[in-house]
């Protein structure tokens, strides 16, 4: 099976990130996305990350009973800091019949060549990556002079959402502001829960 991995922080998943992810499912050759939920991004502060296991829940309300989506839980099994790297590492000796994909946006290709053993990342993995406004794919594209080969460039519709923005209603008590911005069943569990408020 031909598998793309979407990692994020997805705090919280949102329509945004959904579509995205559907989009690929759809019309690129993987056959599953899996939406990889990271417990801490090395690139990112950790300050605002809600509990690991309730971002992976949340994830899990968003996609129910779409076959093509799947949260993935494989980072919170792993050393951290989680690296992509090593979680690749780890899916292929798990699914060793498996083809895996890594899904980016453009403007995460800019920092590419700051993630662990990037080069090992570009000559083994294929890259999906779907264009963001202000940052464009070149064809030929090198990260730090090593040619990145295996990359297939897809246009999503993208929505400007941010889970910043998010969780900065709900800080304020205008979660129903958030409406429409994330399904309706995440939406109602973070207010069930409290989540963010904080």
């Not at 990037?118 to 890259?127: D, H, S, V």
């Not at 779907?130 to 929505?159: H, W």
Request: glycine share 4%; aromatic share 10%.
């Amino acid at each position: 099976m031909n598998i793309g991995l979407y990692f994020g922080s997805f705090n919280p998943i949102h329509i945004g990130h959904l579509i995205i992810a559907n989009h690929i499912a759809q019309n690129s050759s993987v056959q599953q996305v899996w939406l990889v939920v990271s417990p801490h991004n090395p690139l990112k502060s950790a300050n605002s990350l809600l509990n690991e296991y309730h971002r992976l829940h949340l994830v899990n309300i968003a996609i129910e009973g779409n076959l093509r989506l799947r949260a993935c839980d494989i980072e919170l099994q792993l050393p951290k800091p989680s690296y992509t790297i090593d979680t690749l590492t780890y899916l292929k000796e798990k699914y060793p019949s498996c083809q895996f994909s890594i899904i980016i946006g453009s403007d995460g290709l800019q920092n590419l060549h700051k993630w662990k053993n990037y080069e090992t990342l570009i000559a083994n993995y294929p890259f999906i990556v779907y264009e963001r406004p202000n940052y464009p794919i070149n064809a030929s594209l090198t990260i730090k002079n090593n040619q990145l080969n295996q990359l297939t460039v897809v246009k999503a519709p993208l929505l400007e959402i941010s889970a910043t923005y998010i969780r900065q209603l709900v800080k304020e008590g205008k979660i129903h502001s958030a409406t429409y911005l994330l399904p309706e069943k995440v939406l109602q569990e973070i207010d069930k829960n409290n989540y963010y408020k904080k």
